[in-house]
Structures are given as C-alpha cells and as structure tokens.
C-alpha cells in the first residue's frame, strides 16, 4: 500500500579547519616514501573534500612520525594504537593510524538486552561495543545526496589526559519514496523445530507480513525455506497485484525439523539470482536463530560457495536474528563475509523499527566497500584505542585498496567509532583527521571525505558534551563493562544507570530508556 511521503530533509555541512603544517613535514614524507605508509584524505583548504579516483593520490595530514617518549599518566605504556581487545594489549611499535570497515549491525546490543531482561548476563563473547553505540540515534549533520558527512568530537574524561573521541558518519535521510531503485528481496526464513518457541518464527511471519505491505508495487520478492533441506516456496514476484501470494506463502509457513542453514542460504542466493532485476537493489533477507545443526556450519565455506553470486551480481545478506538461545557468532560472520549487516528482533516494537520504520536503509543502498581511516597526530596524541570493531579491523595500506572488503551503507545510517584517546601533557593543536572512502553502488566509483578535531574543541568534561555524545559515552562503558575491559572515566554501572535515566528524560528516546533499563537489570545481576 502506498503511503504519503516527503523528501528527504537537506543538511548543510560544516567546514573543516586549516590542516596545521608541522616543523618534521620533510622527515615524515621522506618516512612516506620510504614505507610506504598511506595518507589520509583531507584537504588543504577549508571544507570538506571529495574525491573520486582522479584525486585519490592527494595528500594532508602526513603520515605519523615514530612517537617520542613522554611523561604523564601510563607513560611506561607503549606509545602509538593499542589493540581494541578487552585484556588490554600493548601495539607492537609506534603506529598512529586505525583503520576499519564500517558496520552498522545492531544484533549485539538488541541480543544482550533480551538475555539481561531473562535474568541472566550476556556471555562476554557476544558483546561487540560498536553494535551498542551504534544502536542509538546520532545528531550528526547529513549529506544530499550518496556518500557521508564525517563529524568528530571529543570530550576530556576525569582520567588524567584520557578523553572520549567520536568519528561520525552519516548518510543521506532515509526515503521510501519512488526515488529509490526498486527492491528485489529473496526472504530466507528458518523455519526448523528450534524455531517454534514463541518469540521465533511467529514473529518473523508478522515481521514479513508487515513488511510485504511497507514495500512498494515494483518491489519484488521470493521465498525461501529451510529445515533440513530448503526449498524455494515462492520465486521472484513482483508484488503488483500479487500481495495476497505473498501473504498466503508467508502465512503457511510452518516449524519441521533440523537446521541446515548452509542449504538455506545457498537456495536463497541461487533462487535470488535466478530472479535478478538488473538496476535494482538484490538483497537476500535471513531470518534465523543462527543454531544449524546439520549440513555445512561454518560461514566461511558457506558463502564460498555462494561466491560468484555475490561478487558478480552484488547481492547483499540481511541477516536478522530471533530467539532467546540465538547463534550470535554465526550469523554475524555470515552478513560481515555476506557484504551486509544484522539486526536482532525479540518482540513486536524491535520487529516494527527493523522491518517498518527501518526499512529503507535495510534494502538500499548508498555505498559499497565503506572504509574509514583516522590519522592521529602523534605530536600530541600519546595513545589510543579504538572501541570493539575488532573483526573489522582492515590493514592501514589497504585504505584504498578497492579491492579490500568493507561495510555496504543504506540511507539513514549513521556509523559511529569511538576512541579512548590519551593525549600528551600539555598538548595543544591538531588531534586527529578522520576519513571515509567508499564505492558508489552503481559506478563503483571512488570517493572520500574527511574531518578533523583540534584539542581546544575537546569539551571539557563528559557532562558538558551533547546528549548524544553522552548517550554513546554510556553504551560503550556498558559494553565494556559486561565484557570486563577497561575503558578510561567508566562510572561503573551504578553511575552508568544514573546517568541514561537522566539522559532519557531529557532526549526524549524511548531507545534511550531501553538502555537505561539494561543497565539497572545489569547491575542488580553483576
């Protein structure tokens, strides 16, 4: 059914500042040249800048120089990037760049609120930090079009010289609208005994009916099943006078028996490609509790077979995950290798946000192959540690590698890294320059933009930032904390509560509040 629409809200973006020049500039592009360390993408003058791969070779911010040894809190500490791991480790030498594909998976945080609401706490090995912080609404300025604005701030911690560090991506505001490409969705729905706990596949058949209804007439779709052999319920149909197939398709599907995922979703890749709409976006949308059983369990060799679907015709994994027992690790390396992301749904409100009010930023697309890189300036810049992304991690020198995987974008998203980020006594100037590269989904086009923090916009304490700062300040402290990793100025838990109560007074966000109550249910467990 169609629905009254608007046109996206346009943004400016702000300016950048003036890239300062360093006394060591020679030295450190003779240390360029030399080994072949990569430059970040940021511009001269003010503005933001983008490139396309014409302009990829531009130079700003120099590669880092080795760290000099200094004074101050945990100066026996290695300099340079620590390693995002929960035990702490020290970075082998001096480096001063991070690089990672972008993720906007959410599974995470939505999996270990339904675990904490059943009285239990989540398994350390499930909790991935930027899940939690990029579960919540950002205040970040938004391009008009494809590609990203970069926004970066930071606020000082009461650890002495530690402070909290925020890189910003957004994309362009959602639309349903007729502006989008048509969409061509292949629903792979497990449909195994494990699936029949309330809460499993009943709620994926309402998701789908929901959904059927929000897409537009030119949308296509198809069906597919799987227990211990899967089965293609329903080929590629363009939803044009055919809703009520779909309907009766979705709702006759009923539990049997094991799980053969690897079979699901090698049926729901083949029976994609056989109904492939060229100039549409071809995604394939599981629906799981991630618990195969029997046929091939591994997501390696799953999507390996699968390969040429992928990388040939660009079709995209969904992966959207139910059940209070739920194969987290499985179907999170699934939509990572499956150019993708996942959501959890525990109930009908996560079900209406992932498939409703969500749903045009879960099947477009505005970017391919979506890399950020932040360069910190080592002479100010003693440490820093990038919070979760570990599995995202991607090789500095493969920035702008385009041949390196990397996160695939809708309209809507928002991206958000933070970093613990220990800064010289006394530092003053340039902190950091954050950059994004990305594909255009339909050229494959090239493109860069990036932004930069000094240390006298550093806000003086957590409290005096944002709302949202604050708001994503709290969820990765909570993260931290339910994995047991230190996290410079982290209140604890009780604090914690404290403070997402008030902030969901005064953002007015259900979502917000969600967190707050996670957090009490957790420190009344811990």
Do not use: C
């Given at each position: 059914m169609e629905t009254n629409r608007t046109r996206p809200k346009r943004w400016r973006q702000q300016p950048y500042a003036h890239h300062r020049t360093r006394p060591l500039r020679a030295t450190l592009l003779a240390l360029t040249a030399?080994?072949?360390l990569l430059l970040t993408g940021c511009g001269a003058g003010e503005g933001s800048h983008s490139s396309n791969s014409d302009a990829a070779n531009r130079t700003g911010f120099p590669a880092p120089a080795p760290a000099v040894t200094s004074g101050g809190d945990n100066s026996s500490q290695q300099d340079g990037e620590q390693t995002g791991t929960p035990t702490d480790?020290?970075?082998p030498s001096p480096d001063y760049l991070s690089t990672f594909a972008l993720d906007v998976d959410t599974a995470s945080y939505g999996y270990a609120r339904r675990v904490l609401a059943d009285g239990q706490l989540p398994d350390p090995s499930t909790i991935r930090p930027e899940e939690f912080v990029n579960s919540f609404q950002q205040d970040y300025d938004r391009p008009d079009g494809n590609g990203f604005t970069v926004t970066v701030d930071g606020a000082r911690t009461d650890r002495t010289?530690?402070?909290?560090?925020?890189?910003?991506?957004?994309?362009?505001?959602?639309?349903?609208?007729?502006?989008?490409?048509?969409?061509?969705?292949?629903?792979?729905?497990?449909?195994?005994?494990?699936?029949?706990e309330t809460g499993r596949l009943d709620l994926a058949k309402k998701s789908l009916d929901e959904m059927t209804d929000r897409l537009r007439d030119d949308d296509s779709v198809a069906l597919v099943t799987f227990s211990d052999e899967?089965?293609?319920?329903?080929?590629?149909?363009?939803?044009?006078?055919?809703?009520?197939?779909?309907?009766?398709?979705?709702?006759?599907?009923?539990?049997?028996?094991?799980?053969?995922?690897?079979?699901?979703?090698?049926?729901?890749?083949a029976t994609a490609t056989e109904g492939l709409r060229e100039g549409a976006t071809n995604r394939?949308?599981?629906?799981?509790?991630?618990l195969a059983n029997t046929g091939d369990t591994?997501?390696?060799?799953?999507?390996?077979?699968?390969?040429?679907?992928?990388?040939?015709?660009?079709?995209?994994?969904?992966g959207v995950g139910v059940g209070s027992d739920y194969g987290d690790a499985l179907m999170e390396k699934l939509a990572d290798k499956g150019d993708g992301h996942t959501a959890y749904v525990s109930n009908d409100d996560d079900a209406r946000k992932v498939f409703v009010d969500q749903l045009p930023q879960n099947i477009d697309l505005t970017a391919r192959d979506a890399k950020a890189q932040v360069a910190f300036d080592p002479e100010t810049v003693a440490q820093f540690r990038l919070i979760g992304y570990e599995d995202r991690k991607v090789a500095d020198g493969d920035f702008r590698n385009d041949n390196v995987d990397g996160g695939e974008i809708g309209p809507g998203h928002t991206v958000t890294a933070l970093y613990a980020v220990r800064t010289r006594p006394g530092a003053d100037g340039h902190l950091a320059t954050a950059s994004v590269r990305w594909l255009d989904p339909d050229t494959r086009a090239p493109h860069e933009e990036s932004g930069q923090l000094e240390t006298d916009t550093l806000h003086d304490s957590l409290s005096s930032a944002s709302p949202r700062f604050q708001v994503t300040a709290v969820a990765a402290y909570f993260a931290e904390s339910l994995r047991s990793a230190e996290l410079p100025g982290n209140p604890g838990l009780d604090e914690l509560a404290t403070r997402a109560h008030a902030l969901a007074t005064k953002t007015e966000d259900k979502d917000?509040?969600?967190l707050a109550e996670a957090i009490d249910e957790a420190s009344r467990l811990n």
């Open positions: 030399a080994g072949g480790k020290i970075a010289n530690w402070s909290l560090v925020r890189v910003g991506l957004a994309t362009r505001t959602a639309d349903d609208s007729a502006e989008r490409p048509p969409a061509a969705l292949t629903f792979v729905i497990d449909v195994s005994g494990s699936m029949s899967a089965e293609t319920v329903l080929p590629m149909t363009r939803l044009d006078g055919h809703r009520g197939q779909v309907h009766d398709a979705i709702d006759a599907l009923e539990t049997q028996s094991a799980t053969n995922l690897g079979a699901g979703v090698e049926t729901g890749y394939v949308v599981l629906i799981s509790d991630g591994n997501a390696d060799s799953i999507l390996e077979r699968v390969a040429n679907e992928r990388r040939d015709h660009g079709i995209t994994l969904f917000v509040q969600q």
